[in-house]
């Protein structure tokens, strides 16, 4: 199980303010249907988190599952806990901050 943080103010808008939180993880589900992303997962939207469960069938499918769902307008944080069909080692995550250049 992980835990990812994204920008709250940037991504896409797939839900507006009023919209209850079931119809918001169904509208991040289709974003994953519509991207083509492979898996059998299940969105649930508390606030500015989601959380996402289920099975993917490599580790590169699971974490553009996780970044599919954090690239969403409104959301902070992704809590996954996706199960990997073949194992393989995880990407190297980096936040950029404020001073970091390429020549660094």
């Given at each position: 199980?992980?835990?990812?943080d ?13 919209e209850a939180?079931?119809s ?7 974003e994953?249907?519509?991207?083509g ?5 299940k969105v649930e939207v508390?606030g500015?988190?989601?959380?996402i469960?289920?099975?993917a069938?490599?580790?590169?499918a699971?974490e ?7 690239n969403?307008?409104?959301v902070?944080k992704?809590e996954?806990?996706?199960s990997?069909?073949s ?9 950029v901050?404020k001073?970091?250049?390429?020549w660094?």
């Amino acid at each position: 199980m992980g835990f990812f943080d994204f920008v709250k103010d940037a991504g896409k808008k797939l839900f507006g303010e009023d919209e209850a939180p079931h119809s918001s993880a169904e509208a991040i589900e289709k974003e994953v249907a519509d991207l083509g992303l492979d898996g059998d997962i299940k969105v649930e939207v508390e606030g500015d988190t989601v959380r996402i469960a289920g099975a993917a069938p490599s580790q590169e499918a699971r974490e553009k599952l996780i970044l599919a769902a954090g690239n969403v307008l409104g959301v902070a944080k992704v809590e996954e806990d996706i199960s990997v069909a073949s194992s393989e080692p995880e990407a190297n995550f980096h936040t950029v901050v404020k001073g970091d250049t390429l020549w660094k």
